[in-house]
């Protein structure tokens, strides 16, 4: 297999994590418990205790270097993927999946078995269809760009198209890779079959007098999570350099950066674990901090925030968007439709912002319902 720097950990590497999880320094603890002011301080403690202790990472590294990992230069930037090839007999249109943050391409394995061996989970093998999943740059297994200015769309359309000889394709994405996905289809209708959404960029342009009151309830929501929630967006597109050293420098300040989301965004009642458990959080820590891409994971907020990022203005390819209740947003159908040719809007039943990890049957059922629904003479359902 290629060599993914996230797989080439030496034990040094591994001694030295250690000895600075055992030698953090905690803050002086507050009169507040819970999630109510950040990272629940015991928690976090907790995991920070495992992680130095008893987490076994040689037997992570093993599982993950056991998936169909390859690797490419795109464009000059070094990208890292996985291919699930379909299983005999499938003969649905290939699907490129797209992570979000913070996350890595790992969160999506269950949803591209799915997708390419249905019949390992009750589904019927003719549905089978190959999936590529790759690792956005500057998250942990793909180095980031080496240029400002470098549009990540494009290199998946390469990655796809010149790279695997892929003319035609269905593309999905979640938080970060909603915003890919949109821009990959809005650069290139004739080779998306459709996309697939858990996450919409807003109209470019909208007249205040045409907003229905049910969007205006729901740009309300928005700007009440943004400021409930939004301080870490904000930091991570203004000055991500200032917060970079200081994650960079700790895994314990690393873990903790992402462990406070995966409970305000997940399906989780203030109860993380039941959501995640803790070999799935310690993996995500251990792979942002061996790769120490905790820093270039902020320069995708960055470059949008500053216009180095192309703007969604109108994406004319069929559009399914998938919505999980305890997802950031959920904007209604009309509020969609306004940017996007919308022929499949779904709100699911249970799930958030993690909804591949958390609900993956949930989220591959309906990528391969959609994908259905584009293949002329085949059933919906």
Known sequence: ?????????????????RRRLHATRWPEPWPATGWDAGTDQGELRRLVRIWAEDFDWRAQERSIADLPWHTADI?????????????????????LLTN??????????EVAQRLATPSQ??????????????ALPGLPFSPQRPRLGVQTHDLWHLLMTEHLGISRYLAHGGDLGAG?????????????????????????DVDDASITPEERAHLSRVQAWLSAEGAYQHQQQTRPLTLAPAVSDSPAGLLSW????????????????????DEYLLTLGSLYWFTNSIGTSFRAYYEHAAGLTTAVERVEVPTAVALFPHDLASPPQSWVERTYHLTRYTRMPRGGHFAPHEEPALLADDIAAFARELQPGRSPE
């Open 180 to 204: 890919i996905t949109s821009r990959l289809a809005q650069a290139y209708p004739d080779e998306l079959v459709g996309i697939h959404l858990l996450a919409v960029a807003p109209p470019s």
């Open 100 to 109: 979000g943050w913070p996350s890595t391409a790992l969160e999506l394995t």
């Open 1 to 17: 297999m290629p060599l993914i720097p996230a797989l080439d950990v030496s034990d040094d590497d591994l001694a030295e994590l």
């Open 75 to 95: 464009d000059g930037t070094d990208i890292a993927y996985l291919r699930f090839d379909a299983e005999p007999g499938g003969d649905g249109v290939p699907i």
């Open 258 to 277: 992402v462990l406070e989301k995966h409970c305000a965004w997940s399906d989780c009642d203030g109860d993380v674990s039941s959501r995640f458990s």
């Open 121 to 134: 989970f009750g589904g019927d093998a003719a549905h089978a269809a190959t999936v590529i999943v790759p």
